[in-house]
């Protein structure tokens, strides 16, 4: 038998319910956080964010709302500051990826404990994977203490998002499981979980999009969020390396990779037939790239790289990182193979 993999359970809580966020105060008692920090995105997410803080009451120390998407190093910065002034002994991550990111920045640096309640599908608070950007690049790696230790999970908290975050998100978590499903280290378990979420998603977002009220598609798609963000530690093929290149140069990160998907499983899913009768069974379709097309058609978010400000000049430069990376699963990625996605999905 050829099979071979290795698979790590992360050490990870996870609490789901509807008002499940009125329980904060207990999860951190359980984590005995007595001094915590809350972390947020400026606007919206400071109402969020204040309202962690009545609910943890006297284990609060304050609220930190300067979550930036990708982490710029000035802000990883400002955030150790606070955590350090406010003599934190551990952060509570309100918000999406930006304010996961925030607080994974700072446990890097602090091994302070996460305790998260994301309201976004981007999968962020599954992982130990944490990123920094500075300028034009981001570095990402992984370290198993800025995995949040416990996940809160309320569906409530989730009704005001945007149909705009949502649909970003959720095509962002989509992502995570279409390239589990080919890629090299994918085992038993990342197969089940990927297809579980893809079948969440596809039930679930599109309602969820048309109306954000709608609170059982909220908490299907939060579930699948959970389950996607499971399986990208092994989502590391075409579609993650080619979003992280065109996020350095500035271009949105959840859009980015709705953008591109279709094009990137038209490429991929030939070479992979396994990955594309899982997508087929999922979605209900025999045409899955064109079943993910037609997803994102539907959504209010660009569809096309011209429409987030892709500079077609840097098409050779892009090809030339995603050549060097040397990816393989499912296929060989030569430059230009990546100026024809990059020139369809323009
Ligand atoms: N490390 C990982 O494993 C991982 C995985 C996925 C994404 N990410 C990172 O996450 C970031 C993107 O995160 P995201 O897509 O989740 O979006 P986000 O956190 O940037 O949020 C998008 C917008 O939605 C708003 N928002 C969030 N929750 C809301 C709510 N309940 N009601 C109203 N508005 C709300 C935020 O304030 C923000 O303006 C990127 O930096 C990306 O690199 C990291």
Redo the contacts with the bound molecule.
């Keep these: 038998m050829t099979l071979s993999f290795t698979h790590d359970v992360p050490p990870q809580r996870v609490v789901f319910a509807s008002g499940a966020v009125a329980r904060i105060g207990e999860e951190a008692e359980r984590l005995k956080l007595s001094r915590a920090l809350v972390v947020a995105?400026p606007?919206?997410?400071t109402r969020?964010g204040k309202k962690v803080v009545d609910l943890l009451g006297a284990r609060a120390v304050g609220l930190h709302a300067q979550a930036v998407?990708?982490?710029p190093k000035l802000v990883a910065e400002a955030g150790f500051a606070a955590a350090r002034e406010t003599k934190a002994d551990g952060l509570v991550a309100a918000?999406?990826?930006?304010?996961i990111?925030l607080a994974?920045a700072i446990a890097r640096e602090t091994a302070l404990p996460i305790l998260a309640v994301p309201?976004?599908y981007?999968?962020?608070e599954a992982?130990s994977?944490?990123?920094i950007s500075d300028g034009a690049r981001k570095v990402t790696g992984r370290d198993v203490n800025v995995l949040p230790r416990t996940i809160v999970y309320d569906p409530n908290?989730?009704l005001?998002?945007?149909a705009t975050?949502s649909a970003?998100?959720g095509m962002?978590a989509i992502a995570h499981c279409v390239e589990s499903f080919w890629a090299d280290g994918r085992t038993p378990v990342t197969l089940a979980l990927a297809s579980e979420a893809m079948r969440r998603f596809a039930d679930n977002l599109p309602a969820v999009v048309a109306d954000g009220s709608d609170g059982d598609a909220r908490g299907e798609c939060l579930i699948a969020a959970w389950l996607a963000?499971s399986v990208?530690s092994v989502s590391n093929g075409l579609q993650h390396k080619l979003a992280h290149v065109l996020g350095g140069l500035g271009l949105p990160?959840?859009e980015t990779h709705a953008i591109i998907l279709p094009h990137v499983m038209r490429f991929n899913l030939k070479a992979a037939p396994d990955a594309n009768a899982r997508l087929a069974q999922a979605l209900d379709s025999d045409d899955p790239a064109d079943a993910i097309a037609n997803m994102l058609k539907k959504f209010p978010i660009p569809e096309r790289l011209h429409e987030v400000g892709f500079d077609k000049a840097k098409s050779d430069f892009v090809a030339g990182e995603i050549a060097a990376a040397s990816i393989t699963a499912p296929r060989a990625v030569s430059a230009a193979d990546v100026r024809g996605v990059l020139a369809a999905a323009y």
């Design positions: 995105t606007g919206s997410g969020l998407v990708h982490v918000g999406g990826g930006s304010a990111g994974k309201t976004t981007s999968g962020s992982t994977i944490f990123g908290l989730t005001g998002l945007p975050v970003a998100s962002n963000g990208l990160h959840a």
